[in-house]
Structure formats: C-alpha cells, structure tokens
C-alpha cells in the first residue's frame, strides 16, 4: 500500500524495484514481541525504513501487528497492520 491509500499488486511492487524507482537505502525490524496461541501466532514489532519511493524520499517509522496461522508445512501471514510513529530526535 502506499502512503496515499492506494493498494498495489505483488507484480507491480517486484516491477517498481527492477525498474529502480522503488530504492531502499536501510531497513530494519526491531523490538519484537511473538506470542503462540494453539495455531495462531502474534507478532507486533517496529519496522524502519529509508529510501525513495516514485521519486520522494521517505524516512518511516512504524508500530506493526502481524497475525500468522500455523499450516500444514510452516506459517501463513494472514493480516498485517502497520501505524506510522515518529521516532525522537
């Protein structure tokens, strides 16, 4: 999803990146938190990033929770929720 709301396709993300204007310079996730409850399995962590994307800068900050489902051969992502948050100075 981009910042403005728009959804994008797994194509046209992959696209964006062999194209070049999707760059990442840094990228990091931090501070998690996993909890295992029967098959289910919830994450909620920090996600970082720098880059430019479609030719504007960003510098992001976000809280996330993910929830996965345990299959039969490993873990499926079934919703992720990232809230943007600012980072001090």
Known sequence: MQPDGTTETKA????SYAS???QW???EVDQLSVRISGDTGIVVGRWRARGANRG????Y???????WVRIADGWR???YQPVEISLPA
């Open 56 to 59: 504007q800068a960003f510098d």
């Open 25 to 27: 310079s840094f990228a």
């Open 77 to 79: 992502n079934l919703a």
């Open 20 to 22: 070049g204007e999707r």
């Open 61 to 67: 900050a976000a809280r996330f929770l993910s929830v």
């Open 12 to 15: 046209e993300v992959l696209a």
